[in-house]
Each structure stands twice: as C-alpha cells, then as structure tokens.
Nanobody, 119 residues
Framework: QVQLVESGGGLVQPGGSLRLSCAAS????????MRWYRQVPGKERELVAM????????TYADSVKGRFTISRDDAKNTVYLQMNSLKPEDTAVYYC????????????WGQGTQVTVSS
C-alpha cells in the first residue's frame, strides 16, 4: 500500500512561513515526478509546484513563484514545500502527488494537510 503522508500544515499569519513535508513509502521518490497541489472548497484542485525527474525541471504556479520552493530529500524519501510570504489566498488543503515517471498510470495522492493564512 503506497502512502504519501503530508504534515506541516496549520494556521499562520499573513507574511509568515510554513514548510510542508510529504513522506513516501514504500515507493522510492527518485523514480517519481513529485507535485504539490492545493484545493479550496468549490474550486478545482490547482497545481502549485512540480519537481519532475525527466526532464529534470521544477515549475511553479504563477501565483506562488518567488514565494514557494519545492525540494526533495532522497535519503529521507521526502518532498518538501517551503512556503514564504504567505497570503490569505494561499489558504487551502495541500496535497502531495507522486507519478511514476516511466508509467504515469501509477499516480498516488496523500490525504492532504490544511493551511490557513489569517490574522
């Protein structure tokens, strides 16, 4: 059973920072494209950040460029999303997603972690 376990969400004031973590098991993230999405009630899930293994690229939604950073720690089999200069509009449930690079039908999701930006 593949598990992607997100953590690090919570309540933060505007301008603050949070770091989300996504610990994967038993898959090895070096074989997977890793993505962070977010969703607010009544809206479609939005791709926030993507770390692909081939081509080796990292991309961000325009709304978070310069503020969010996706990174991987292969030794810990964990992906992170560092979120700085948070805004109220960043409030959402954030989901981790893993897609097997060589066979995209293998597509896994975490349970989500709530991020609330409010004063």
């Amino acid at each position: 059973q593949v598990q992607l376990v997100e953590s690090g969400g919570g309540l933060v004031q505007p301008g603050g920072s949070l770091r989300l973590s996504c610990a994967a098991s038993p898959i090895t993230i070096t074989n997977y494209h890793m993505r962070w999405y977010r969703q607010v009630p009544g809206k479609e899930r939005e791709l926030v950040a993507m770390s692909n293994i081939f081509p080796h690229i990292t991309t961000y939604a325009d709304s978070v460029k310069g503020r969010f950073t996706i990174s991987r720690d292969d030794a810990k089999n964990t992906v992170y999303l560092q979120m700085n200069s948070l805004k109220p509009e960043d409030t959402a449930v954030y989901y981790c997603n893993a897609v097997l690079a060589y066979n995209p039908q293998y597509d896994y999701w975490g349970q989500g972690t709530q991020v609330t930006v409010s004063s």
